[in-house]
């Protein structure tokens, strides 16, 4: 069965503190690994979109990293508005997406 | 640029009624979806359609129908409401390239509370 395991659930750092964010998923035939961000009260917001091993893809202080099992999305020196919840999905040989429950993520000034 | 817009954005229902949520898109795109969100749960895809005047079922459809048709709106219908039904609702769309699978594009939501 598809699944998809985001962590951690929730993440504060401080403004500057870079780290990551992990998705580990399972799925038949990947066909395309999503990063999507969501603010509160809004629908989620295409970020990436990654599709084999080795795969890497940035856009200003996000990077988002692919192995055969597990996807990372690093945050170089993040600021108060990267401040929201990051999900992560995966599409497999079916038409379903499944999609992580999410990584809230906090940035303090 | 509307992109996917979702009406209404707030409602309120009462055990046994029934309503319909809009979705309409104008970027032409054929595959249209309905997902639920519920806390710590993620996005779980109620029905999808791959163009117009087709529907498809998919992890969470009990309880729900829907309708697609024109290529642009994609309606969600809910027979009797039930309380379990209460939570957020999201429709996205998304276009197709050969075999790739794009990005989709996500409305504000709708938040349903079933009392």
């Known amino acids: 069965e598809d699944q998809v395991t985001q962590s951690p659930e929730a993440l504060r750092l401080q403004e500057g503190e870079s780290s990551s964010l992990n998705c580990s998923y399972t799925?038949?035939?990947?066909?395309?690994l999503f990063w999507y961000r969501q603010d509160p009260g809004k629908g989620p917001e295409f970020l990436f979109t990654l599709y084999s091993a080795g795969e890497e893809k940035e856009k200003e202080r996000l990077k988002a990293t692919l192995t055969k099992k597990e996807s990372f999305l690093h945050i170089t020196a993040p600021k108060p508005e990267d401040s929201a919840t990051y999900l992560c999905?995966?599409?497999?040989?079916?038409?379903?997406?499944?999609f992580g429950a999410g990584t809230r993520l906090f940035v303090k000034a | 640029n509307a992109g996917v817009t979702q009406t209404p954005k707030f409602r309120v229902l009462k055990t046994g009624q029934s309503m319909t949520l809009l979705c309409a898109q104008d970027?032409?795109?054929?595959?249209m979806y309905w997902y639920r969100q519920d806390p710590g749960m993620g996005l779980r895809l109620i029905h999808y359609s791959v163009g117009e005047g087709t529907t498809a079922k998919g992890e969470v459809p009990d309880g729900y129908n829907v309708s697609r048709l024109k290529k642009q709106n994609f309606l969600l219908g809910l027979e009797s409401a039930a309380p379990s039904q209460t939570s957020v609702y999201f429709c996205?769309?998304?276009?197709?390239?050969?075999?790739?699978?794009?990005?989709?594009?996500f409305g504000q939501g709708t938040r349903l509370t079933v009392v």
């Open positions: 970027m032409n795109h054929e595959y």
């Open positions: 799925v038949s035939g990947l066909r395309g």
């Open positions: 999905a995966v599409r497999g040989g079916g038409f379903k997406t499944i």
């Open positions: 996205a769309s998304s276009p197709i390239t050969g075999t790739d699978h794009r990005e989709a594009f």
